[in-house]
């Protein structure tokens, strides 16, 4: 584990965020002030109530789920919703450079899960991807994040892991107006670097026309410009393993400069026409800028080495700065690279409730659209050297390099290429949705029937266009800048990338014509779906049953790239399509033991289709045939049966203690894997390819337990803690070139869990939360276990502080990652690795003013 390194910043990294919140704190000193007695009120039962709601209605849902209110969030340094989902019992969260992306429910992928925004499906930006990454979404747009882990009937099917839905404010949530301004500086210890983040809230309810309180408008807006970056020492997965004993063939240093911008906004109206007939419009956007230069040193051996071994360079052709051709001479390499990405998802959603005599109908029209671009940049620009003398390198988890003192000197390298890349990625959907449900008895027994059916189209494409320049042969000594701040061994010289740049303005580009048409696509999904169920109270029994039956017509276009085909014929449009059909019943039951404690059993069916990567139509296929990589549009969705048993039991105020087992039977599943049989090629020896397994389960149980202690003695009356744990398994067979194997799901966790301790008094608000996450498996190698890549397990510490320096103003202070917790996968032992990256802890220092 990497150690943070110590500094003393606050008094002057962070003065700008200082200076801030005590502007702010004398801009609302003028407020008026409430007496103690009112104060205590409204922070120590406040913060215990927010908790209490959520769990109230967590404890009256038809079917399992865990619900996180904004009051929650706030007490938290969860920067994006995925961060603040991470604390939910059964979830875990895949990270990208420390900060939270994606989220896993109960260990499975997070493309087994759905995620919808105030009830419409929301696309992926992500290209290759179902999965949405939840860090898009700033937190301070949310009212609640709901986890659903049992779905019922009328909810969508594709979901394996579970269901999030992220709820923007609505002004019916909170009485009369409200407003709230934050304004906070953050600093990351690894690079140096300070960053501000601001954000504000309000809502008010009017009375329009002859109504009373009939309308309510609510706001938000967030932005946060975030500088950082990590370090990073990986091998791929380069390792030549036998007989417990590894050789390596290449690795890499690498180092990150990176910006990222988020900017989010939420706009909602609710809407009272009478006593029987309201209507919402939600609407929410958020912007995500992604700013990175990433610099490689490559280290390729002419043959693989152990720990300390020495050897030599890969040998490879090299052309000098003179234009001087040589053979087979070793050679290094440095390579850049500088891209911009911005990803954007909007969701608009318009409905409403029509109550007529023992009728309720529900409806709603969605629209929502995902985009991911990257205008022009430099993919790659790589610098090779001659370099003479003994390699190797030392630590095989975090190798070191051993070099001659020339690979650092800039004069030996020369630009031997660069490539320019543009891309694109948009993901539209929109949908209608009506439902009806009626309250009768059945048998004397109270009794709601409900009926509906859903209709949603969506079109996803992606579209890439790659360029080369060849041998500029400029050397790196014309482009370098400072050394770089890299803590992880010596690095060398930076390079300047916009003079790199200019440097090739006006060199002939070559399209590549592999890169720029296997990569394009088009993939259009109509999904068509009906359901039917019912909710019966028998005594303390409720009841809930019924069945969805869906249609989903999949229709896809693209390209295949063979390198051996005529030039004419290189390229070739492809097309597929295919229907699948579902039947998914369900029946859930909650029974009440008694006023506190509950019983509950869910036993439903769900189904996911393929990642688009997965199921696109096109291939690329090199070597004479040998080698192809291949989307597969005719393969099966994940196909699910689930079996959920548990008991709750509610301790008083702001206190549950649960236990659940679940079960999982997975038909189809669906795996990544290298193939040498595939049908139409019979020339092919490596074919990567998404192929369907046969059968694969999951299980495990699910144990939470929080309590607010307020019946201790003061001070220790605002004790309040928080507990998870879940402990899972997965079985599943596949095929590869060496036979049938056994593995664990892919992205599956054994062991997940939470734990927080908090405490509020009336000026002070503490949270030391942990999170841990075993390890899974990452890449499944076709040809050897024992080389597949294993990701580490995850323990992370997070704080934050919250002081009242008036009734409306607090001050916050926030500290992430402060054991310093690095992400680290392994190929077949932790001895052995496969990436390591280092980002240290994150500081936040701010102010917030509220009315209450």
Do not use: C
């Not at 301790?651 to 139409?680: E, R």
């Not at 928080?722 to 062991?751: C, F, K, Y």
């Amino acid at each position: 584990m990497a150690k943070a390194t110590q500094h003393t910043f606050l008094p002057s990294q962070l003065a700008v965020a200082i200076a801030t919140s005590i502007v702010a704190s004398g801009f609302a000193s003028n407020s008026v002030a409430q007496n103690n007695e009112k104060l205590e009120e409204i922070i120590v039962f406040g913060n215990a109530a927010s908790l209490n709601r959520a769990l109230e209605k967590q404890r009256m849902a038809d079917n399992i789920k865990s619900i996180v209110s904004a009051d929650s969030i706030g007490k938290l340094p969860d920067t994006n919703v995925s961060e603040a989902l991470q604390r939910v019992p059964g979830v875990s969260i895949e990270r990208d450079q420390g900060e939270g992306r994606f989220v896993s429910v109960r260990g499975l992928s997070a493309d087994l899960n759905s995620v919808s925004i105030n009830g419409m499906s929301t696309p992926s930006p992500e290209s290759d991807r179902r999965a949405v990454a939840l860090d898009v979404i700033p937190s301070d747009l949310v009212e609640t994040l709901e986890v659903t882990k049992s779905i019922t009937p009328d909810m969508d099917a594709d979901a394996i892991g579970g269901s999030v839905e992220v709820k923007s404010v609505s002004g019916f949530d909170r009485d009369g107006l409200f407003y709230s301004f934050s304004s906070e500086g953050s600093y990351d210890d690894l690079s140096g670097e300070s960053s501000p983040k601001f954000s504000a809230s309000a809502s008010n309810i009017f009375s329009v026309g002859e109504g009373s309180d009939n309308l309510a408008i609510a706001g938000a807006v967030s932005w946060f410009d975030r500088e950082f970056g990590s370090n990073n020492i990986e091998t791929g997965g380069k390792w030549e393993i036998e007989k417990g004993e590894a050789k390596l063939e290449e690795f890499e240093q690498r180092n990150y400069d990176i910006t990222r911008e988020r900017l989010g906004a939420a706009f909602n109206i609710d809407y009272k026409i009478s006593d029987n007939h309201q209507i919402y419009l939600r609407n929410l956007f958020s912007e995500y800028t992604d700013t990175e230069q990433r610099l490689a040193n490559i280290i390729e051996f002419e043959d693989a080495l152990a720990p300390g071994e020495l050897g030599s360079l890969k040998e490879d052709d090299y052309i000098d700065g003179d234009g001087n051709e040589f053979e087979d001479t070793p050679i290094a390499v440095r390579e850049l690279k500088q891209r911009l990405e911005t990803q954007k998802i909007y969701s608009s959603v318009f409905g409403g409730e029509y109550k007529l005599d023992d009728w309720t109908l529900e409806y709603n029209i969605g629209y929502s659209k995902s985009e991911e671009v990257e205008p022009e940049h430099m993919a790659e620009a790589k610098f090779v050297a001659h370099i003479e003398g003994d390699v190797g390198f030392s630590n095989g988890s975090q190798p070191r390099p051993i070099v001659p003192e020339s690979f650092y000197d800039p004069s030996r390298y020369f630009l031997e290429s660069v490539e320019l890349a543009t891309s694109q990625t948009q993901d539209e959907a929109s949908s209608f949705k009506f439902d009806a449900s009626k309250a009768t008895e059945i048998a004397g027994n109270p009794t709601t029937l409900k009926f509906g059916a859903k209709f949603t189209q969506r079109e996803k494409t992606a579209d890439e266009t790659v360029y080369k320049v060849e041998e500029t042969l400029n050397p790196l000594s014309d482009f370098v800048s400072n050394d770089v701040n890299y803590k992880l061994h010596r690095f060398g010289p930076g390079i300047n990338s916009g003079e790199v740049l200019q440097a090739i303005q006006g060199e002939e580009r070559e399209l590549d014509i592999e890169e720029s048409n296997a990569g394009d696509w088009t993939i259009e999904e109509d999904l068509r779906a009906v359901y039917a169920m019912a909710t019966m109270d028998i005594d303390q029994l409720r009841l809930v049953f019924g069945a969805r039956y869906q249609e989903v017509d999949f229709d896809a276009s693209g390209f295949a790239y063979d390198d051996d085909a005529e030039d004419d014929q290189q390229i070739r449009p492809r097309r597929a399509s295919r229907k699948d059909s579902h039947f998914l019943p369900a029946l859930h039951l909650r029974y009440s033991v008694s006023e506190n404690t509950q019983l509950r059993a869910a036993w439903t069916n769900s189904v996911v289709r393929p990642t688009f990567e997965q199921a696109r139509p096109g291939y690329i296929l090199e070597d004479d045939g040998e080698k192809g990589s291949f989307g597969n549009p005719q393969l099966k969705p994940w196909e699910t049966s689930n079996l959920d048993l548990g008991v709750e039991h509610y301790m008083g105020f702001a206190g549950v203690v649960s236990a659940f087992a679940f079960y999982k039977d997975i038909d189809t599943f669906i795996y990544d894997t290298i193939t040498d049989q595939l049908d139409g090629f019979d020339t092919i020896e490596e074919a990567e390819i998404a192929l369907n397994g046969q059968n694969a389960k999951l299980y495990g149980v699910e144990f939470a337990w929080s309590k607010q202690l307020n019946e201790l003695p003061e001070p220790f009356n605002g004790l309040l803690l928080s507990a998870n744990l879940t402990l899972a398994e997965s079985d599943a067979e596949i095929n590869t070139i060496e036979g049938p194997r056994s593995i664990r799901l892919p992205q599956q966790s054994d062991t997940t869990g939470n734990f927080t301790i908090g405490y509020d008094n009336d000026k002070l608000s503490l949270r030391l939360a942990a999170n841990y996450k075993s390890d899974y498996l990452d890449e499944i190698n076709a040809e050897s276990p024992v080389n597949d890549i294993v990701v580490d397990d995850h323990f992370q510490l997070d704080f934050s502080a919250r002081y009242f320096v008036q009734d409306n103003i607090q001050i916050f202070f926030e500290a992430i990652n402060i054991n310093d917790e690095p992400f680290y996968s392994y190929v077949s032992s932790p001895r052995w690795n496969a990436q390591y990256e280092d980002y240290g802890p994150t500081f936040k220092l701010g102010a917030t003013i509220t009315n209450f």
